[in-house]
């Protein structure tokens, strides 16, 4: 049995509606609902459509912050394995418990994996080797390509930084923290080359430059991963992007959010 950690908000619910009940498989969907929102028609259906159902842990909170949903989410999940999930995402379930069985075997507590988009191309450049992830090729990974063992992440009390993700002044980088985090307290972290999830076509992750605060969710993540060295990496990251920032105009802006603080 494994847990599916989804995140949603407000109307978005209503794409969870038809939500495939499947053996082996136990839903945690955190639904918040943003202060001074209210709900429509058809999302309230939806929720308690959702809620009535026995494979589901249906949790409707009053609050903003996708990291806090996620920290909801793992709290309440029930089984030892959990893959964080978004509202917009196909689950390649075969993959999943692919997924699940070599982390058993090999004793790994943070696996990441691969999601491809609708049209079938691969979301990222993905490596086609298994490998240990570290500090810096933690990087890579993004929040919906992870499976957790729920239980040795709660012993070690790694749970992902409210002060970042989206519905936040830092609204990226909560995904580096937490394996960032997770490493510090010695769980094994490894990529996997296997598809858990199709996503649309689109790339959020990208864009770290468009308005300040994405470019300052960045520095404050090597802030708060590399207390004692931040500034090395964030030349780094400085100089590696360079490329995109110029060929869109926002060298100074970047330069400036990024190196200054």
């Not at 955190?30 to 026995?54: K, Y």
């Not at 985090?181 to 296997?194: Q, S």
């Not at 994405?214 to 780094?236: D, G, N, Q, W």
Request: proline fraction near 3%.
């Amino acid at each position: 049995m494994i847990d599916i950690l989804i995140s949603t908000s407000n109307d978005r619910i209503i794409a969870l509606a038809d939500l495939r009940p499947l053996d082996n498989v136990h839903y945690v969907i955190v639904h918040q609902v943003f202060p001074d929102f209210v709900l429509s028609h058809n999302a309230l259906e939806a929720s308690q459509l959702l809620e009535q159902r026995e494979d589901i842990s249906y949790l409707k909170v009053i609050e903003k912050g996708l990291s806090k949903s996620r920290n909801r989410a793992i709290k309440a999940s029930r089984n030892k394995y959990a893959l964080i999930a978004d509202d917009d995402i196909q689950f390649n379930y075969s993959g999943i418990f692919e997924m699940v069985e070599r982390m058993s075997k090999e004793s790994i507590q943070v696996a990441s994996g691969r999601h491809q988009f609708f049209s079938g191309q691969m979301a990222k450049s993905y490596k086609s080797e298994s490998f240990i992830l570290n500090k810096i090729s933690a990087a890579s990974v993004s929040s919906v390509d992870m499976v957790l063992d729920v239980k040795a992440i709660r012993e070690h009390d790694v749970f992902f930084d409210e002060r970042f993700g989206l519905g936040t002044e830092l609204p990226s980088g909560e995904e580096y923290i937490f394996i960032n985090d997770a490493l510090k307290a010695g769980l094994r972290v490894k990529y996997y080359p296997i598809t858990l999830a199709y996503h649309p076509d689109e790339v959020s992750g990208h864009d770290f430059f468009s308005t300040p605060n994405k470019t300052i969710a960045k520095r404050e993540m090597f802030v708060r991963c590399f207390p004692k060295s931040h500034y090395i990496y964030r030349l780094l990251f400085w100089v590696k992007k360079l490329p995109i920032v110029i060929k869109n105009r926002s060298l100074l802006r970047f330069t400036r959010n990024i190196l200054w603080r």
